[in-house]
């Protein structure tokens, strides 16, 4: 785990908002997307963290709007888990360390990485259908997270 990701382990430290960055580059379809938006991190409970993403898609037929949830919650045994809003398990929180999530026929590999100033999730995505690299930054809003 590379020192700067250390800051990142304890996702409490990361509550509120961000503003979002993120480039898809779609090598099977050749074309690049971009996501701007807003990300807020809010503690619900003991142990748990609502990820909230909202933002607009740019496309060359017009913006589209999109959103996505996700929750961060401690397991008492396994650490910090992102779990999808339905509460199926997405990957463990493990800042500077590779995960993968399998999700067949692809194969989702992530990493998140940085500081508590500015930090990237960053997914390699293969599979019979698919190949791109989604790389999202974070970065404080103004008034800070």
Same mark, same amino acid.
């Given at each position: 785990?590379s020192?700067?990701?250390?800051?990142?382990?304890? *996702? $409490?430290?990361? #509550?509120?908002a961000w503003?979002?960055? %993120?480039?898809?580059? =779609?090598?099977? /379809? !050749?074309?690049?997307?971009?996501?701007d938006g807003?990300l807020?991190?809010?503690?619900?409970?003991?142990?748990?963290?609502r990820?909230?993403?909202?933002?607009?898609?740019?496309? *060359? $037929?017009?913006? #589209?709007?999109?959103?996505?949830?996700? %929750?961060l919650?401690? =397991?008492?045994? /396994? !650490?910090?888990?992102?779990r999808?809003?339905?509460?199926?398990?997405?990957?463990?929180?493990?800042?500077?360390?590779?995960?993968?999530?399998?999700?067949?026929?692809?194969?989702?590999?992530?990493?998140?990485?940085?500081?508590?100033?500015?930090?990237?999730?960053r997914w =390699?995505?293969?599979?019979?259908?698919?190949?791109?690299?989604?790389?999202?930054?974070?970065?404080?809003?103004?008034?800070?997270?």
């Amino acid at each position: 785990m590379s020192v700067s990701s250390l800051a990142l382990v304890d *996702p $409490t430290e990361l #509550v509120g908002a961000w503003v979002l960055s %993120r480039i898809v580059d =779609d090598r099977l /379809a !050749g074309v690049e997307h971009r996501i701007d938006g807003l990300l807020e991190l809010s503690a619900t409970g003991p142990g748990l963290i609502r990820w909230q993403e909202s933002g607009r898609w740019h496309q *060359p $037929t017009g913006d #589209v709007d999109v959103r996505r949830e996700l %929750r961060l919650e401690l =397991d008492e045994d /396994a !650490g910090w888990w992102v779990r999808f809003e339905d509460g199926r398990d997405f990957h463990p929180w493990a800042p500077g360390e590779q995960v993968v999530h399998p999700c067949s026929p692809d194969t989702y590999r992530g990493l998140v990485a940085g500081t508590p100033e500015r930090w990237t999730v960053r997914w =390699d995505v293969s599979g019979p259908d698919k190949d791109y690299t989604m790389t999202t930054v974070l970065s404080p809003c103004a008034d800070g997270p």
